[in-house]
């Protein structure tokens, strides 16, 4: 009798193996019957991890004879039904320890795919189906897949009307969102043998892939290849999307449009269109205007307008000093001249807190930036009293307008990979010259007098932005 552990357990086990040699023609010398005890089974396959210091994983060869050990006796018990009720719950929780919470096997798979179907345990049915299906690996996939078609046409093939595809269905692979549905009908589909089967699953995952259709809330842009063939071929489906999806275009939030869209979106639709050779029509060339103009150009502020003279913006704090009133009454007087075209430096005589608390408020930047260097900012100290003294330094402006600079070259980056013949057919020179070349934003740069040479602009996210006008430009 074997522990699966250390030595043999005694003396007599000992004995017998060591007098195997003996020439005996008795029978009794010649079988061995090994008899392996329930708990040290499961003990065995409990210790078995992925992260055993023995290097063990789920799909290696001692779990794998291990489970088709198992698996040969309970083919034998259940010839005997007695015996096969008996030997059903160890062995299933054999099947379940084999299979592991977080890997999948090429030779484990099938095996408790097929021993739980017969052993008539779903919920061990679906995490091994489940397992397949969030490997990665098409070929554990594809034999799960096999071996649980199998079984229905097996069982089921006579009478497809009666099958419950909704019990075999549920919670074997991920159904999360139509994609989901789409790859899993067409995974199933192919392995059915039986056309009548087959036919009676896909109409079943038709009426699945409607219903998610019909209440997925929203869809994610890695959908967009499962819309590009409903659209693009002879689909029953492609009504239903002209009349659902295309209405919900108006709820399209385009002005939080991020700057990757043109490369998760534009440039992938791009391709589609020559790959396939699919004629643009005005609803493309809408689509790429809007998501141009009203979507990434919205996102530029404006021009800074030039200051007259000596104006800065107004710096107001949002509470007074004692945090009861929308103003204070120093900030006031600070704020007059802040906005004053003819002023250059204030003196303002006052106590040290309301000094530091008009320090905090020129410091901290009408917009949320560092304000400190626009601005020279001193004391004069006399017995009576304390002056605070602030003169202009003129950066105020100068900065507004090279923070509007980068966010156009960062947009002249983003646009970069629409600079293509088949775009500037489809929108035409002038908006193709405006949205994609960016020429009238590069003609307000030039008229705001920047001091950047050019061929090498300022760092934009941490990286220098090289002149994009080296990129080759279409033919229009």
Same mark, same amino acid.
């Given at each position: ?11 007599? /086990? ?8 003996? /020439? ?123 071996? &649980? ?40 589909? *192919? ?72 490369? /998760? ?20 060339? *809408? ?33 007074? %000093? ?40 020129? %410091? ?13 900012? *001193? ?27 980068? *966010?156009?070259?960062?947009?002249? &980056? %983003? ?8 775009? &500037? ?32 602009? %300022? ?18």
């Amino acid at each position: 009798m074997l522990d699966l552990e250390g030595d043999l357990d005694n003396d007599d /086990e000992r004995s017998f193996t060591e007098e195997e040699d003996v /020439e005996d023609a008795s029978d009794y010398y010649r079988t061995a019957a090994f008899l392996v005890k329930k708990k040290s089974v499961h003990r065995y396959m409990s210790h078995i991890s992925p992260n055993s210091p023995s290097g063990y994983s789920f799909a290696n060869t001692n779990t794998e004879n291990m489970v088709e050990m198992v698996v040969d006796d309970m083919r034998d018990f259940m010839k005997n039904q007695d015996m096969g009720e008996h030997a059903r719950p160890p062995i299933l929780e054999v099947l379940r320890k084999a299979l592991g919470p977080n890997e999948s096997s090429r030779a484990l798979t099938p095996v408790v795919v097929k021993w739980a179907l017969k052993l008539k345990n779903m919920g061990l049915y679906q995490s091994a189906m489940m397992a397949a299906a969030k490997s990665g690996i098409e070929d554990i996939l594809e034999s799960a897949i096999k071996t &649980a078609c199998g079984f229905v046409e097996h069982h089921f093939g006579d009478v497809p009307g009666h099958i419950d595809w909704d019990k075999w269905m549920e919670n074997v692979a991920p159904m999360d969102t139509v994609i989901d549905v789409h790859v899993t009908i067409q995974n199933f589909t *192919s392995a059915f043998k039986k056309d009548a089967v087959r036919d009676s699953f896909f109409k079943w995952g038709d009426s699945k892939l409607t219903d998610k259709l019909d209440t997925q809330a929203s869809f994610e842009i890695s959908e967009l290849p499962f819309f590009i063939v409903i659209l693009g071929g002879k689909h029953s489906k492609r009504d239903w999307l002209k009349a659902r999806i295309l209405r919900t275009k108006a709820t399209w939030c385009h002005k939080k449009l991020g700057g990757d869209v043109t490369t /998760e979106l534009i440039v992938p639709l791009i391709k589609i269109f020559k790959e396939h050779n699919i004629p643009v029509t005005q609803g493309a060339k *809408s689509l790429f205007e809007v998501v141009l103009r009203e979507g990434l150009y919205e996102n530029i502020p404006p021009n800074p307008p030039e200051p007259r003279r000596w104006a800065h913006r107004s710096r107001t704090c949002s509470k007074g %000093r004692d945090g009861q009133g929308p103003n204070c009454r120093d900030c006031e007087a600070m704020d007059a001249f802040l906005i004053a075209p003819d002023q250059r430096v204030w003196k303002y005589q006052a106590e040290k807190p309301i000094h530091d608390h008009l320090k905090s408020q020129l %410091r901290a930047g009408g917009d949320g930036s560092d304000g400190a260097r626009y601005f020279n900012i *001193s004391t004069e100290r006399t017995q009576r009293a304390h002056t605070m003294v602030v003169e202009k330094t003129g950066r105020e402006f100068l900065d507004e307008v090279e923070s509007w600079k980068e *966010s156009v070259w960062a947009l002249e &980056a %983003r646009l970069a990979p629409l600079r293509d013949e088949m775009v &500037a057919g489809m929108l035409g020179s002038r908006a193709y010259r405006e949205l994609v070349l960016v020429e009238d934003l590069r003609a307000q740069i030039v008229t705001s007098g920047s001091s950047i040479t050019a061929g090498v602009k %300022r760092e934009v996210d941490g990286s220098a932005i090289p002149e994009l006008y080296s990129v080759k430009r279409a033919r229009l």
